[in-house]
């Protein structure tokens, strides 16, 4: 297999991923579907030959101790790309993830306008950005970031693994240190954040409490932290975040977060109505003193509910909310909507609101 012919072909096809599975034909996801390619079957030698390929000698001594490699792979001028080698049965197997060569913008992620307020208005504080897999939140992130570089005269800090996306210094000036080659580890980054006189600081997870711990320090002392996290809704990420702490710390954990958080965002992505690539549906949830309130207490069962009676006075929104907001547009099918909703029953009761 030829590796810039593939990834040509990756680009040209819009595939968010390519899977190379011994025994399956090569595999591109396109819109979140698994379309099979013409050819034959792969064999262990054809997929091993790939990630070879791709690795290099320091990474297949990294994959044999490891079983695992995941890293960044640049084909110039085409784009950057994801690369996650793996053990399957004995055999090597792939997966490759594009990223474009610069980040996308705003608009054209279609992300809503008060997002965009609430990050240009955030001089610190917590911002985090949630979706199930493959539903696009790095892109938002990066979209977010590149807006901080061309609106804000500011030293961003990206902690990344690996490196996906590629910025360019602007108005502010942005550093990228991926984990594992540019720094040894989280605790080595987190202790040259204050050296490197960072303003914002980018997160690529959310999962692990001393990352969570070091997050909440940042954003509750001067800093604009923007977090890229896995869940499928707002409400949950919390729960999440406050499950990662001891039980006897929950207290903590829970005023610590009302005091930090700005804004949380989480994506889904649709099918667009004419069947032509998709869009993503925000769920919004904004920090006022009654959000402060119903998470200090515990709440946060009430979270849902609460966003979506503010949801005229603040703006917020809930997944059944801007799913519905697209069907109305007919912007995407009702079918698709319910395929995508993690609250079918929900919103099936949105949908027959007469407003």
Request: net charge neutral; with cysteine.
């Amino acid at each position: 297999m030829n590796v810039k012919e593939l990834f040509t072909s990756m680009v040209q096809r819009k595939a968010s991923h390519l899977h190379l599975v011994p025994g399956s034909p090569i595999l591109m996801r396109i819109n979140k579907q698994l379309v099979g390619m013409d050819g034959p079957v792969l064999t262990p030698q054809d997929t091993e030959a790939f990630g070879n390929a791709l690795m290099g000698e320091a990474l297949q001594d990294e994959f044999e101790e490891r079983l695992e490699c995941d890293f960044a792979f640049s084909v110039p001028g085409l784009s950057r790309f994801r690369v996650n080698i793996y053990r399957h049965r004995g055999h090597v197997a792939c997966v490759v993830s594009a990223c474009p060569p610069l980040p996308p913008s705003l608009e054209e992620l279609a992300v809503p306008e008060l997002i965009r307020q609430q990050v240009a208005a955030a001089p610190s504080g917590l911002i985090l950005v949630c979706s199930p897999r493959q539903s696009g939140r790095s892109s938002t992130v990066a979209a977010l970031v590149d807006h901080l570089l061309q609106t804000r005269c500011c030293q961003i800090v990206s902690l990344e693994e690996p490196l996906e996306f590629s910025y360019r210094n602007q108005k502010g000036a942005i550093c990228q240190r991926e984990i594992g080659a540019d720094v040894l580890g989280y605790k080595e980054a987190f202790a040259g954040l204050g050296r490197e006189g960072a303003d914002v600081v980018v997160l690529p997870r959310f999962d692990d409490l001393e990352i969570v711990r070091e997050g909440f320090k940042l954003a509750t002392t001067g800093t604009l932290v923007i977090a890229s996290a896995l869940c499928g809704s707002v409400q949950t990420m919390i729960e999440n975040i406050i499950d990662l702490y001891p039980a006897h710390l929950n207290q903590h954990c829970r005023y610590t977060l009302a005091a930090a958080l700005r804004v949380m965002t989480s994506q889904v992505l649709v099918g667009k109505a004419s069947g032509e690539g998709l869009m993503p549906a925000f769920e919004i949830l904004l920090t006022t003193p009654k959000l402060k309130e119903l998470i200090r207490d515990n709440k946060i069962a009430q979270l849902t509910p609460y966003m979506s009676a503010s949801a005229r006075e603040y703006g917020m929104a809930t997944q059944e909310m801007a799913l519905r907001f697209l069907v109305r547009k007919n912007l995407v099918t009702m079918d698709e909507a319910m395929r995508q909703s993690s609250r079918p029953d929900d919103f099936k009761k949105i949908m027959s609101l007469p407003y």
